[in-house]
T-cell receptor, first 112, second 117 residues
Framework: DAGITQSPRYKITETGRQVTLMCHQT?????MFWYRQDLGHGLRLIYY???????DKGEVPDGYVVSRSKTENFPLTLESATRSQTSVYFC???????????FGPGTRLTVT | AQKVTQAQTEISVVEKEDVTLDCVYE???????LFWYKQPPSGELVFLIR??????QNEISGRYSWNFQKSTSSFNFTITASQVVDSAVYFC??????????????FGGGTRVLVKP
């Protein structure tokens, strides 16, 4: 399917476990982003990527790792999940020169 | 640093009333973009509008209108004759026009709109 997809859509994990959230886009957009949504904070940028193999930190990067070996994929890894990382995670993309950002459906992560 | 403030956390109206959502932003950039996104109960984020900082022309699109005032750093959004389907969380967002940084968005905290029949 065309567009931007995230998997899994829902995930429950335990404190200390490693979790990887997947993001895939079919448009070949240059830029990809990970945001987390928490009540009262809106969405906050975790990491972003300008192209394959180019990533940089956003506002709240601690505890997260990203990689981008292929243009279409941008996985987000929580190396050792904590309860404070319970959140809804959104992946997004936009093409170079186009400032409209397209969002995935989100992944609801619960860390127990 | 950029900042977006949506002072209203929740607004409740009766159907057909008008709703105005406030958004105030801070940025040191001279050129930037402002956005409104809608998040219905289903959870997805729906793009509504983007405005450039150098274009202060206000716009009406159907029941939606926007009031951008650079002098007061405000970008307010109005729903005219609200409908139950307008019930959602609305986010105001800001990004700088810096190509090398991509379109990193700074979001406000969101305003929940509840339209009662």
């Amino acid at each position: 399917d065309a567009g931007i997809t995230q998997s899994p859509r829902y995930k429950i994990t335990e404190t200390g476990r490693q979790v990887t959230l997947m993001c895939h886009q079919t448009w070949s957009h240059s830029y990809m982003f990970w945001y987390r949504q928490d009540l009262g904070h809106g969405l906050r940028l975790i990491y972003y990527s300008a192209a394959a193999d180019i990533t940089d930190k956003g506002e709240v990067p601690d505890g997260y790792v990203v990689s981008r070996s292929k243009t279409e994929n941008f996985p987000l890894t929580l190396e050792s999940a904590t309860r404070s990382q319970t959140s809804v995670y959104f992946c997004a993309s936009n093409d170079r020169g186009n400032y409209e950002q397209y969002f995935g459906p989100g992944t609801r992560l619960t860390v127990t | 640093a950029q900042k977006v403030t949506q002072a209203q956390t929740e607004i409740s109206v009766v159907e057909k009333e008008d709703v105005t959502l406030d958004c105030v932003y801070e940025t040191r950039d001279t050129t930037y973009y402002l956005f409104w996104y809608k998040q219905p109960p289903s959870g997805e984020l729906v793009f509504l509008i983007r405005r450039n900082s150098f274009d202060e022309q206000n716009e009406i699109s159907g029941r939606y209108s926007w009031n951008f005032q650079k002098s007061t750093s405000s970008f307010n959004f109005t729903i005219t004759a609200s409908q139950v389907v307008d019930s959602a969380v609305y986010f105001c967002a800001l990004s700088a026009k810096r190509e090398t940084a991509g379109n990193k968005l700074t979001f406000g905290g969101g305003t929940r709109v509840l339209v009662k029949p």
